[in-house]
């Protein structure tokens, strides 16, 4: 069985995918113990099928040729579109916009990170953003893109970019997120030793040097948690470690997208415990719920990471909060709650992408008014 969903506080049901040759046996056991259960996708194939209807390569590159990027928000892209997405704004907002590469992944594909420049002068504080750690977790690049959309091209729309600078990665795992379009749709973790099949790779949000090790991750590289050899053992996690630590102080937020669920989680996420600052965290949290819910119509639930879900050693966001010790610390598990999974449709990125821009709006206001 694959686990999509883990049991959560006030939550009884638990979300698997079975296959088809294990599927009576899962339902008898089931019924031996009187668990009641529902399907929720009966074709999880024709659902993988349905998910995000491909532009052709002759639309693809009219869209170029019509826009000077292949990127729209009605379909999930590949890589090469969204970093294509982010060089498009590089050249076209010169004075506003700035790309690098901030390392490789494990088969030497480019993490490239965009910096969006606040108008004010002087030292600002800085946000860093990032999408796509878990490769199957399609819906989080994609919102993480909206977001850039919505800081470059419609900028004039909100006074609060002025006064922040914003690092942001949409994709921090280009290597999984690439197989999971050309190879196994589902899989989660890196491509390190791609050829040990499904024991292959690490999972990069237990990687991170912050209680490595702990409850919530595993040390056997055949599972989905698996942790890596040791803190920050793959280039992903140790280029994302290396530049956020180089802006130093100035980092007050910190927010990692992923999907799903519908939660806004801060740490700890190693423990059942919670930062001393956590009412300040939790107070901005549903702010931002609250806002996302006007936007976009979901409802997201706030709350300590540990206790809400479970617990999850060597996260980004522990790393961020313990290590930097980054003010505004958050993970977000976009839509939805388990109609569709991993498999959210591509007609849902607006709605999403909307709900996680606010999110980070409210956030960044914070951030503004408190310097």
Not at 21 to 29: F, H, N, P, R, S
Not at 221 to 248: D, H, K, W
Not at 292 to 302: D, N, W
Request: aromatic share 12%; hydrophobic share 35%; glycine share 10%.
């Amino acid at each position: 069985l694959d686990t999509w969903l883990n049991p959560a506080a006030g939550r009884t049901h638990v979300d698997i995918m079975v296959p088809a040759t294990a599927l009576d046996q899962v339902k008898a056991e089931l019924q031996n113990v009187s668990a009641t259960f529902r399907v929720m996708i009966a074709d999880v194939e024709a659902a993988i099928k349905d998910e995000n209807p491909a532009l052709s390569e002759s639309e693809l590159e009219e869209l170029e040729g019509r826009k000077g990027h292949r990127m729209t928000f009605q379909n999930y892209h590949r890589v090469s579109d969204i970093h294509g997405y982010l060089d498009y704004l590089a050249q076209t907002f010169p004075d506003l916009v700035s790309v690098q590469t901030i390392g490789s992944s494990i088969e030497g594909r480019p993490l490239k990170m965009i910096k969006i420049t606040g108008a004010k002068a002087g030292p600002k504080p800085a946000f860093y953003i990032d999408g796509g750690i878990h490769a199957r977790e399609w819906i989080s690049p994609a919102s993480v893109s909206y977001i850039i959309q919505e800081l470059v091209e419609n900028r004039e729309k909100y006074a609060f970019a002025d006064s922040i600078d914003f690092y942001i990665v949409p994709v921090v795992n280009p290597d999984g997120y690439e197989y999971t379009h050309n190879g196994m749709r589902l899989w989660r973790k890196n491509r390190k030793d791609a050829q040990k099949g499904r024991c292959a790779g690490t999972d990069l949000n237990r990687n991170f040097g912050y209680k490595w090790g702990g409850a919530g991750s595993s040390r056997d590289p055949c599972q989905e948690i698996y942790a890596g050899s040791g803190p920050f053992s793959e280039p992903e996690t140790q280029a994302i470690r290396n530049f956020v630590s180089s802006l130093g102080t100035r980092v007050r937020g910190y927010v990692t997208f992923h999907s799903y669920g519908q939660y806004i989680l801060y740490p700890w996420g190693y423990d059942k415990k919670v930062p001393p600052d956590y009412t300040d965290l939790d107070r901005i949290g549903k702010m931002a719920a609250k806002k996302m819910r006007e936007v976009g119509g979901a409802s997201y639930t706030v709350g300590n990471s540990a206790s809400l879900l479970y617990a999850a050693s060597g996260g980004a966001d522990d790393w961020a909060k313990g290590g930097p010790r980054v003010k505004y610390t958050y993970t977000i598990e976009l839509r939805d709650r388990g109609r569709f999974g991993f498999l959210l449709p591509a007609n849902y990125i607006v709605p999403t992408g909307k709900e996680a821009f606010a999110a980070i709006q409210t956030i960044s206001e914070e951030i503004a008014a408190t310097g």
